[in-house]
Nanobody, 122 residues
Framework: QVRLAERGGGSAQAGGSLSLSCVAS????????MSWLRQVPGKEREWVAG???????RFSDSVDGRFTISQDATKNTAILQMNSLKPEDSAMYYC????????????????WGEGTQVTVSS
């Protein structure tokens, strides 16, 4: 069974920093890439950053250079460090895991957490 728990978030002033963590639990034979997405009411969910099981990371243009993503040695926890925050970063942030191509097909393909709110004031 796959479970995700997001922590962190909250409020910050523009220019400040916040950190989000996502702890995932899944069968040991499964491998997942981990991503963060965000959504504001009335808009589609937006992909923000991701880190592969190989450690490679990618970022959307809107956060590149301001956000970093890291993963612990167990590959079960991903941390999104958000710096130089802007009011437009305000959103509900969701952790997502996606099964890698070398995982058994018995592993769930994708899962999301319940989200954590980030609010940035100007």
């Amino acid at each position: 069974q796959v479970r995700l728990a997001e922590r962190g978030g909250g409020s910050a002033q523009a220019g400040g920093s916040l950190s989000l963590s996502c702890v995932a639990s899944f069968p040991t034979e499964c491998k997942y890439d981990m991503s963060w997405l965000r959504q504001v009411p009335g808009k589609e969910r937006e992909w923000v950053a991701g880190i592969g099981s190989d450690g490679n990371s990618r970022f959307s243009d809107s956060v590149d250079g301001r956000f970093t993503i890291s993963q612990d040695a167990t590959k079960n926890t991903a941390i999104l460090q958000m710096n130089s925050l802007k009011p437009e970063d305000s959103a509900m942030y969701y952790c997502q895991i996606t099964r890698t191509t070398n995982s058994p097909r018995s592993c769930p393909v994708r899962a999301w957490g319940e989200g954590t709110q980030v609010t940035v004031s100007s």
